[in-house]
């Protein structure tokens, strides 16, 4: 069982950053997939990007939506079962609901497709101002 609470969204001008924080519980986090979505109003769940467990001889590997690669980066910190999305150069068409999602037996290009992801974050709104 995975439980995901996410934080750090707000209202932002165009061009600012903000970083999201997905908090984990539970012992089995550094062993999941962590992805994070977007859904704007009256539009499909969209994939932004995501990041799998880490291995003792590399890290996991890290996927993102084209539509925000090269401004978002994704990260984890295991000891404090927390995955970031810092995001940059934000554009009034970033403005959407974001959500983290979590699954222990996800790889590859299943990442992308929110319906593969067992377990979902309540969201935070995100919010850019032209």
């Known amino acids: 069982q995975v439980q995901l609470v996410e934080s750090g969204g707000g209202l932002v001008q165009a061009g600012g950053s903000l970083r999201l924080s997905c908090a984990a519980s539970?012992?089995?986090?550094?062993?999941?997939?962590i992805g994070w979505f977007r859904q704007a109003p009256g539009q499909e769940r969209e994939f932004v990007a995501a990041?799998?467990?880490?291995?003792?001889?590399?890290?996991?590997?890290?996927d993102y939506g084209d539509s925000v690669k090269g401004r978002f980066i994704v990260s984890r910190d295991n000891a404090k079962n927390t995955v970031y999305l810092q995001m940059n150069s934000l554009k009034p068409e970033d403005t959407a609901v974001y959500y983290c999602?979590?699954?222990?037996?996800?790889?590859?290009?299943?990442?992308?497709?929110?319906?593969?992801?067992?377990?979902w974050g309540q969201g935070t709104q995100v919010t850019v101002s032209s």
């Open positions: 999602a979590a699954d222990l037996n996800l790889r590859g290009i299943g990442v992308k497709f929110p319906g593969n992801y067992e377990y």
């Open positions: 990041i799998a467990r880490n291995f003792a001889w590399r890290d996991g590997n890290i």
């Open positions: 539970g012992r089995t986090f550094s062993s999941a997939t």
